[in-house]
């Protein structure tokens, strides 16, 4: 096969795997009548505790409204410090300012970027009430170290597995670990609903909570109160939110849930064939993407490579734009957050505070990955890469 510069089609990115299953599930919700929170929501919620194993699972709008939910229940406010990885989507710390808290950073390990456990200590004060590690492309973070600290200091742990449906640490589910997990089924997410997130919990306490919150801080579901069984009134007992999932997303989640298996072994296959050609290929380095310790499981979200500035004569943003115009998308994952204007300016961070997240904020480029790649896809992504960092090496 040639590697021929120009492509007939564009690359994409990402592209959300659907199939009939879940066009036929929205047609039938359409016609049932009942398109808001109701019974294919509560299916999806049970199907989706059931493959974690958790003891709830609440459905909601977004994985942000899920950790912005987390960080209420868990009773987190103005005046207190929440810590968290730079290395992260703009939510996880714009949620910690929406309940007037205040992010505290922690620099990540450099191999898998995920936040570096043995530094969080360090950084916990008297105003430290919870921590959000974020398990990285799918990465487990090491949640011995971040839950015995949690425990040890009285913190919430609020995991942020937007990446990490399929994760598991140590034979643990990611999900079953810590009193709140906050997963996405954004466009982009291993699953998806378009839209989309879900919050576990173990307590049935946060259960309600939870629900509560999700749905204007009023204490019956929309679905009950126009059920057969009669009216009911609604009090309101807290100013809550409007953030729960739909039947239209559930009926989208519902089939995408049955088919996380084999979208993940797709995607295994897809990174084992990057990990092979990237091995030795000068200039390129990819971020950490074997297990760690026995029994853990990688949702191989992202496949993030880093170009090695020392080896080539060109910045990142010029590979991320040459792969680009030669017809593949591309993303970037992360730059790191507290060098963005917000809060470099609200807070102070500089550049240096965090030396690991900035060194890999400036070179990291992530690559295609998703179920409907086809191996063709996956060696022109390979041959267009290699063929550019040939070019501007050193
Ligand atoms: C996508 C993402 C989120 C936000 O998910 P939404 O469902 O879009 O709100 C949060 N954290 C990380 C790390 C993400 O990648």
Known sequence: MSMANVQDKYLYFHRPSFGKEEEDEVIATLRSGWITTGERTKQFERDFKQYIGARHAVGVNSCTAGLHLALLCAGVGPGDEVITSPITFAATANVIVHVGAKPVFVDVEPDTLNIDAAKIEAKITKKTKAVIPVHFIGQPCDMDVISGLANEHNLVCIEDAAHAVETVYKNRKVGAISPFTAFSFYATKNITTGEGGMVTTNTDEAEEKLRILSLHGISKDAWKRYSESGYKHW????????????????????????????????????????????????????????????????????????????????????????????????????????????????????????PVAEYNSERVISLPLYPSLSDDDVAHVIGTVKDIVSKIKR
């Open 235 to 354: 009090e309101i007992i807290y100013p809550g939110f409007k953030y729960n999932m739909f039947d239209i997303q559930a009926a989208l989640g519902i089939h995408q849930l049955k088919k996380i298996d084999r979208f993940w072994v797709r995607r295994k296959q897809i990174v084992e064939m990057y990990n092979t050609a990237f091995a030795d290929m000068p200039g390129i380095e990819p971020v950490f993407q074997k297990v760690k310790h026995d029994g853990d499981k990688n949702a191989y979200h992202l496949y993030v490579i880093r170009v090695n500035t020392d080896q080539i004569r060109v910045t990142r943003d010029d590979v991320l734009n040459l792969i680009q115009e030669r017809g593949i998308g591309v993303g970037v994952h992360f730059r790191a957050v507290h060098l963005s204007p917000y809060y470099s300016n609200t807070y102070g961070f500089k550049p240096g505070m965090f």
